[in-house]
């Protein structure tokens, strides 16, 4: 790498690692909408279904893809990334998004009903973040071309997911809580949509008329933030359950993510007086969650306690020592974020850390196309599913991207203003 900076590296894996394997293997063209069911390792797809979830984030990517290729920050193609943009957004209108801002979980090759592996329907299910997804690539791609057609459905379903978050117990799949209990996500989901929503808004008419609903979003997502700086992942309604795991276990990659999402919502909002708090977060997330034997930021810490149970606690004592590319790949982005915007020397110290062993352990050279997402403790490739049977382009790309565009948004202070 020698003497190359951050954002140079990140452009080269976008512009001859990441985009290159999508754009060759994950564009429908003749059904429309992203193959995205390929094995960990990237050389087989698994299947031709399409889950709305990686639908709207492959609209997402592509939309910001062409914005920052008009902008001399990406060598690519933009007409060619906005048609594509383009025909998956048609794909999920015409397919996946129902009255009332719910939408469809996961859809066949052509839009229909998806099929398991014995040829019988998969179920019916609904996710607040399948449905988020789907709003944010329709905001990405209206915050590009600054077109007000997809803003009634951006509206309804952020306003759907916000409403079911509010009155709780959302449909979470494919993990989902115990009744009554609150998760962490479902709130920086929100925070997220209610982001993207505001910056389409402002792309269209230079304002959003929904600030009020991204402070309040902002305010519920911070409302995890414990005294010394980490997240509470879930709140457990019984306060005599508050020695089981799921109440005890915490998500370092998680509240990294939110960081970045509160810090540029403050930036849009002019809500700055908790920065200081923010940033505290950021060092000592990363400290809770960095595993000093193998290096790397473990996927769950706090794993101790009486069980809950349910599919979610399962899934943090049986992963809780994997290595993930989105967890690294966000905590990138935002101790990037904290050290050159904020000048916080902490966190520049923690990038360097966390970028080194990104870089060392999940592209996948010999062993694989693109990046290895799945890995174990020791850093080997895991081949197995996390979360949904899809190798998902989203986290990657996007904090690549932002990572690129960063340097340009720091000189100009327009970080996360810009429409």
Same mark, same amino acid.
């Given at each position: 790498m ?29 059904h ?5 069911c390929?094995?960990n390792r ?10 709305t ?10 939309a910001?893809?062409?914005r ?18 383009e025909r ?18 996961v859809?066949?090759?052509?839009g229909?009903?998806?099929l ?19 709003a944010?690539?329709?905001?990405e791609?209206?915050r590009?071309?600054?077109s ?6 951006i509206?309804?379903?952020?306003q759907?997911i ?11 799949p ?13 709130r ?17 008419? &230079?304002?959003?008329?929904?600030? !009020?609903? #991204?402070? @309040?979003?902002?305010r %519920?997502?911070? =409302?995890?933030?414990? *005294?010394?700086?980490l ?15 799921l ?11 939110g ?10 909002? &002019?809500?700055r007086?908790?920065? !200081?708090d #923010?940033l @505290?977060?950021?060092? %000592?997330l990363? =400290?809770?969650?960095? *595993?000093d ?7 769950y ?9 349910g ?23 935002t101790t990037?974020l ?7 020397r902490?966190?520049a ?7 080194d062993y990104?870089?060392r352990?999940?592209p996948g050279g010999?062993d ?8 174990d403790?020791a ?8 979360a ?7 986290h ?7 990572m ?8 100009t ?7």
């Open positions: 020698g003497s190359e900076q951050p954002e140079q590296i990140a452009r080269r894996h976008l512009e001859d690692v990441i985009l290159p394997f999508w754009l060759e293997n994950g564009i429908d063209s003749e429309g909408g992203f193959f995205t390929f094995d990237g050389r087989r797809r698994l299947s031709t279904n399409k889950f979830w990686s639908q709207g984030r492959f609209i997402w990517l592509l910001r893809a062409a920052l290729a008009d902008r001399g920050l990406l060598a690519l193609d933009s007409r060619a990334l906005l048609e594509h943009a998956g957004a048609s794909f999920l209108l015409d397919h996946a998004v129902r009255p009332g801002g719910e939408c469809a979980y859809l066949d090759e052509r229909g009903t998806a398991d592996q014995d040829g019988g329907p998969l179920p019916a299910e609904r996710s607040i973040f399948a449905d988020a997804f789907v944010m690539g329709l905001s791609l209206t590009y071309t600054g007000p057609g997809h803003l009634p459905v509206d309804a379903i952020v759907r916000a409403d079911d978050v509010a009155a709780g117990d959302p449909p979470t494919p993990y989902p809580l115990p009744p009554g209990c609150s998760g962490f996500g479902a920086m989901i929100v925070l997220n949509a209610r982001l993207d929503q505001a910056r389409a808004h402002q792309a269209v008419s &230079g304002t959003s008329p929904y600030a !009020g609903e #991204l402070r @309040a979003a902002r %519920a997502m911070l =409302a995890h933030r414990e *005294d010394g700086g997240f509470t992942e879930t709140f457990v309604p019984d306060p005599g359950l508050r020695d089981t795991v109440a005890r276990h915490r998500t370092p990659g998680h509240a990294l993510e960081i970045w999402m509160a810090l540029e919502a403050g930036e849009l909002l &002019g809500e007086d908790d920065r !200081g #923010l @505290a977060s950021v060092s %000592a990363c =400290a809770a969650g960095w *595993d034997e193998h290096g790397g930021l473990f996927r810490v706090g794993v101790s306690g009486r069980a809950y149970g599919p979610y606690e399962d899934l943090v004592r049986r992963t809780w020592s994997t290595k993930l590319w989105w967890v690294h790949s966000e905590a990138a982005y990037r904290a050290a050159e915007r904020y000048g916080d902490e966190a110290g923690w990038f360097d850390r966390i970028w990104t870089l352990t999940f010999a694989g196309e693109e990046w290895i997402q799945i890995r403790r850093g080997a490739p895991l081949d197995e599913v996390v949904l049977p899809v190798k998902d382009p989203y990657i790309a996007r904090n690549l991207m932002q690129v565009e960063l340097p340009e948004l720091a000189e202070g327009a970080q996360g203003d810009q429409p």
